[in-house]
């Protein structure tokens, strides 16, 4: 990745992130407008955002790493990655995206700019799809990065995709998007008192999948290389 200043890279992650909430949200309006069957609204929900996924972090990567995630940015954080200073300029900016992403899709159909959920999505399975979503989400990201760094987004992109069907939850796996959807009462939105289990969920998802990832992905040769340097 080029050595891009702190402004552009936080302009990327508001950016990306703003266009992906964009993409949730209108997407789910479209689809609800479309059709009164849930399971192909679901659909249209789905393959707009695993393809938007894919084209925002193929164009944004290079200038930010391409988190759109504060769970992601939080692991990259815990590694090292990233700096604390820096970490938190992130989320603020990914928090911010999302807002206006979600503003914008309501402003494109014509409704109100920001609207309160009523949309219930709370209790064991949902809180444990979520953590799920987010595991694998960061595993792919971590294993990704690590075996084939040009297929990430299309290893994330198919993954969300994949996502929205196996989880009960559709795969939020992102708190900033989950406080994003929280202003929208459409087809994608969640009420704000669900938003603390959700979160809680996505970042207990993340950061297991960083430790087991780390015991994963060393080889026996890492291994048998620190325990010599330590002797």
């Known amino acids: 990745m080029a050595d891009y200043s ?19 949200v209108g997407s789910g309006i479209m689809a609800e407008t479309l059709t009164p069957d849930k399971a192909v609204a679901l659909l249209g929900n789905t393959l707009p955002t695993g393809a938007i996924l894919v084209v925002l972090i193929t164009v944004l990567a290079p200038v930010s790493g391409a988190h ?10 815990a590694s090292r990655q990233l ?18 992403g979600t503003i914008t899709a309501h402003a494109m159909f014509g409704q109100a700019l920001v609207q309160a959920s009523v949309h219930i999505r709370t209790g064991a399975a ?7 979503a987010t595991f694998g989400l960061v595993a792919v990201i971590l294993a990704g990065a690590r075996f084939e760094r040009k297929a990430v987004p299309w290893l994330v ?21 989950a406080v994003a959807r929280s202003l929208t009462n459409s087809f994608s939105g969640i009420r704000a008192a669900d938003l603390p289990g959700f979160v809680a969920a996505e970042m207990a998802g993340a950061f297991i999948a960083a430790a087991v990832m780390s015991w994963l992905l ?7 290389q620190t325990e010599r340097a330590r002797s």
């Open 6 to 24: 702190v402004p552009r890279r936080l302009a990327a992650e508001a950016l990306g992130t703003a266009f992906l909430v964009a993409t949730v």
């Open 68 to 77: 759109f995630n504060p769970a992601v940015t939080l692991v990259f954080t």
């Open 83 to 100: 700096s604390v200073r820096l970490a938190g300029f992130y989320i603020a900016a990914q928090i911010l995206g999302g807002i206006v």
């Open 126 to 132: 949902q809180w444990l799809s979520e953590g799920v």
């Open 157 to 177: 992109g198919l993954y969300i995709t994949a996502a929205y069907w196996f989880t009960a939850s559709t795969s939020f796996a992102n708190p900033a998007v």
């Open 218 to 224: 060393t080889p026996a040769t890492t291994i048998a």
